[in-house]
């Protein structure tokens, strides 16, 4: 059975029996996931700015797994000490867990020391037969209709903040050229300048005939 904890941010844990894989695992927003008594056996990495690789590295380090992100980003966290996988777009990954494939998001991405961090990019999961869609930090595209004829993904996590990312409007479009059942809202409320109207965007998603399931980070077990 598949379990889907939204830890805040863009930061999520999904747990395939007792395999559980972190993706942009920013876990200092919310004190109450405990990631040290997790199962933990993989790391994901959309992009490398601060608020997305957050924990990663002490992570990887405590729990002896790898990160896996695209080259530049991984050799970074070599570098650091850490276990890396470097990939690149488009390929399945096999896990215990599962498997996943990186895809295009437009967006920027630079390592903490300044330096460029490679390509920015969603991951879509295969996790028993569940297609997740994690859109990292990207701006509404055409390659969702894409990603919608080849892997038709189910479920949806998306950024609707804003500023940086889709926002609500945007957001919304781009649930109906995933085709998913699902959306979980991210990337929101954590800063002054990605505040989101939830309302609204329920709404919105409403109208396109998929679920809108918004996870309250606070209430996590």
Not at 108 to 130: E, K, Q
């Amino acid at each position: 059975m598949v379990d889907l904890k939204y830890i805040g941010h863009s930061a999520f844990e999904i747990k395939n029996g007792d395999n559980a894989v972190l993706i942009d695992p920013l876990v200092s927003v919310n004190e109450k996931y405990n990631w040290h008594e997790e199962p933990i056996k993989d790391i994901l990495l959309t992009h490398a700015h601060g608020d997305h690789l957050g924990e990663a590295i002490e992570i990887a380090k405590e729990k002896d797994i790898e990160v896996t992100a695209v080259a530049e980003l991984a050799y970074y966290i070599k570098e650091q000490g850490a276990k890396s996988k470097p990939i690149g777009l488009g390929a399945w990954i096999n896990y215990s867990w599962g498997r996943a494939v990186f895809l295009p998001a437009f967006h920027s991405s630079s390592l903490p020391d300044g330096r460029y961090g490679g390509n920015a990019a969603s991951i879509l999961l295969d996790v028993d037969g569940v297609r997740i869609y994690h859109a990292g930090d990207t701006c509404l595209s055409s390659e969702m209709k894409t990603i919608k004829e080849l892997y038709a993904p189910q479920i949806a996590l998306l950024p609707i903040g804003g500023n940086y990312t889709m926002d609500v409007e945007h957001a919304a479009m781009a649930a109906k050229w995933l085709g998913v059942r699902t959306v979980i809202p991210m990337h929101y409320g954590t800063f002054p300048e990605i505040q989101a109207d939830l309302e609204k965007f329920t709404r919105l998603i409403s109208m396109g005939n998929t679920a809108c399931q918004i996870l309250n980070p606070a209430e996590i077990k």
